[in-house]
């Protein structure tokens, strides 16, 4: 569950262990979309977030991930963060 989910990413990051894991963080731009935060795999250790994966999409998959980046942002949009 959730509570299992945050213990992992809490110990890798406390013990610096780097484990690649699907966390959600802002970042610059998703599939075109700027400014949001989608769960993608990421690279995670003593320091947090230390590295961000580009995934192989073919152009089915990118176009979705940009649907669903666009929701997201729009959501961000609406309640006033961004």
């Known amino acids: 569950g959730v509570g299992s989910a945050l213990a992992r990413i809490i110990y890798n990051i406390l ?3 780097r484990a690649i ?3 959600c963080t802002p970042d610059k731009e998703v599939a075109g979309v700027r400014q949001v ?3 993608m ?3 995670v ?3 947090g ?3 961000c994966f580009d995934l192989p999409l073919n152009g089915e998959e990118q176009a ?3 649907a669903s980046a666009r929701v997201i942002r729009q959501a961000i ?3 006033g963060y961004l």
């Open 15 to 17: 013990h610096d262990r």
């Open 21 to 23: 894991m699907t966390v």
């Open 37 to 39: 935060t989608v769960s």
């Open 41 to 43: 795999p990421r690279l």
């Open 45 to 47: 250790g003593g320091e």
């Open 49 to 51: 977030i230390l590295e």
């Open 64 to 66: 979705a991930l940009q």
């Open 77 to 79: 949009s609406e309640l």
